[in-house]
Nanobody, 122 residues
Framework: QVQLVESGGGSVQTGGSLRLSCAAS????????MGWFRQAPNKARELVAS???????NYANSVKGRFTISRDNAKNTLYLQMTSLKPEDTAMYYC????????????????WGQGTQVTVSS
């Protein structure tokens, strides 16, 4: 059974830092696309950062230079280090995995964690 459990969210002031963690279980973590998404109230969910199957990283323009995605395959854990946080980073952050039976050539996320809230105050 695939499970993704996020932790590390919280409330910080502008300019602060947080590190989110996502503990993954139930699948071959190291060979999957893995990503962090976020959703703010009344906004669509957006991709923040991700690894593709070749372990290449991808970042939303809004977080480039401030956020870093990393993974510890031995611990089956995905991380998102967030620095220089801004109020517009306030959102629920979700960990996601592509664990589809068939690889289509692009990442497609079909498993999601429950989310962890990040709130940045000015």
């Amino acid at each position: 059974q695939v499970q993704l459990v996020e932790s590390g969210g919280g409330s910080v002031q502008t300019g602060g830092s947080l590190r989110l963690s996502c503990a993954a279980s139930g699948f071959s973590y190291s060979r999957n696309c893995m990503g962090w998404f976020r959703q703010a109230p009344n906004k669509a969910r957006e991709l923040v950062a991700s690894f593709d199957r070749g372990n290449r990283t991808n970042y939303a323009n809004s977080v480039k230079g401030r956020f870093t995605i990393s993974r510890d395959n031995a611990k089956n854990t995905l991380y998102l280090q967030m620095t220089s946080l801004k109020p517009e980073d306030t959102a629920m952050y979700y960990c996601a995995a592509d664990h589809r039976a068939t690889w289509t050539g692009v990442c497609g996320y079909n498993y999601w964690g429950q989310g962890t809230q990040v709130t940045v105050s000015s």
